[in-house]
């Protein structure tokens, strides 16, 4: 059967962006290229990260619409998290609360890229 593998973000500047991944995963990227990084986010799925200007065919004019999400945490585990990631300086859109899918917040990368943190209540999907 067919299973995504990656996701490749586009981004200005890639170096910036593989610093600021390398502080908020704590590991740094498992290969870097010319203007391209990736990350190993588990075992089997991984986070490319493409300087727009190097990709072919070229990237659309808009980037940065785009949401990672890392939600297999707990409710401590997102207060931590955003604890350390205020402390990098990272950029909070949401500030820690609780919405109908969970208690979350959101931040950006250097390229607006949001950043979801999320303990998911999954008692709605079984």
Not at 13 to 29: C, E, H, M, W
Not at 67 to 85: C, G, H, M, Q, R
Not at 95 to 115: A, I, K, S
Request: hydrophobic fraction near 40%; charged fraction near 20%; proline fraction near 6%.
């Amino acid at each position: 059967m067919f299973k995504p593998n990656s996701v490749i973000i586009y981004v200005m500047d890639a170096n910036v962006s593989a610093n600021f991944y390398t502080k908020i995963l704590g590991r740094p990227p498992i290969e870097t290229y010319p203007g391209f990084a990736v990350f190993l986010l588990n075992d089997n799925f991984v986070l490319g990260i493409q300087e727009a200007a190097e990709i072919t065919p070229k990237a659309p004019n808009h980037y940065g619409g785009f949401e990672l999400s890392f939600s297999d945490v707990t409710k401590n585990d997102v207060d931590e998290i955003y604890a350390a990631w205020k402390k990098l300086g990272v950029t909070i859109e949401l500030e820690p609360q609780m919405l109908e899918f969970g208690y979350t917040f959101v931040g950006n990368d250097p390229d607006g890229h949001r950043l979801r943190v999320c303990a998911t209540d999954t008692s709605k999907f079984e």
